[in-house]
Antibody, heavy 119, light 111 residues
Framework: EVQLVESGGGLVKPGGSLRLSCAAS????????MNWVRQAPGKGLEWVGR??????????NYAAPVTDRFTISRDDSKNTLYLQMNSLTTEDTAVYFC??????????WGKGTTVTVSS | QSVLTQPPSVSGAPGQRVTISCTGS?????????VHWYQQVPGTAPRLLIYGSSNRPSGVPDRFSGSKSGTSASLAITGLQAEDEADYYCQSYDNSLSGSLFGGGTKLTVL
């Protein structure tokens, strides 16, 4: 069974940093294209960014609100995806989901981890 | 501006048919990218409902169907059931963003 488990969420002050992890099992992670999607309280889904497989180039893309502040990386030896978040603002408060991407759609989702940015 | 527009809410009685629209532009749906749909019960992770504009993953009832035309797409739900009450999101790839785009979401209420 394919499973994605996010961790690393918590309470952080504005301007602070946080690193989220997403541990994958049941898939060949090396070949997986991975995404982060977030959902602010009471709001809709917002795509954050993506990293494609190393065999496909390993490139990353980000949504405009997080470009230059967030960095997505992967450790294929650990089957783990990361989201490094810097210069956090209250607008970044959300549940963060990781998801596998297959032909531009998200077929497997984790349960999410909550990030709260507050003083 | 790259956006996917959905109605904020739709409703229907049990057994009825409802549709949810998703309107995009020439940088996403109109560029030929497929539309995908997700169902989300509040407090849980989204679930893939329709992929490739009209395909259902295994386990999704055939009461759910999707279509796409031009710069728009729609999700149809027939034989509404109480368990269908949830939020529904469309999603597509946008070549001007070099990334994915979600619609604002539609809350389905089963009366």
């Amino acid at each position: 069974e394919v499973q994605l488990v996010e961790s690393g969420g918590g309470l952080v002050k504005p301007g602070g940093s946080l690193r989220l992890s997403c541990a994958a099992s049941g898939i060949t992670f090396t070949n997986a294209w991975m995404n982060w999607v977030r959902q602010a309280p009471g709001k809709g889904l917002e795509w954050v960014g993506r990293i494609i497989s190393k065999s496909s180039g390993g490139t990353t893309n980000y949504a405009a609100p997080v470009t230059d502040r967030f960095t997505i990386s992967r450790d294929d030896s650990k089957n783990t995806l990361y989201l490094q978040m810097n210069s956090l603002t209250t607008e970044d408060t959300a549940v963060y989901f990781c998801a596998t991407e297959y032909y531009f759609y998200f077929n497997v989702w984790g349960k999410g981890t909550t990030v709260t940015v507050s003083s | 501006q790259s956006v996917l527009t959905q109605p904020p809410s739709v409703s229907g009685a049990p057994g009825q048919r409802v549709t949810i629209s998703c309107t995009g532009s020439f940088s996403n749906i109109g560029a030929g990218y497929d539309v995908h749909w997700y169902q989300q019960v509040p407090g849980t992770a989204p679930r893939l409902l329709i992929y490739g504009s009209s395909n259902r993953p295994s386990g999704v009832p055939d009461r759910f169907s999707g279509s796409k035309s031009g710069t728009s797409a729609s999700l149809a739900i027939t034989g509404l059931q109480a368990e269908d009450e949830a939020d529904y999101y469309c999603q597509s790839y946008d070549n001007s963003l070099s990334g994915s785009l979600f619609g604002g979401g539609t809350k389905l209420t089963v009366l």
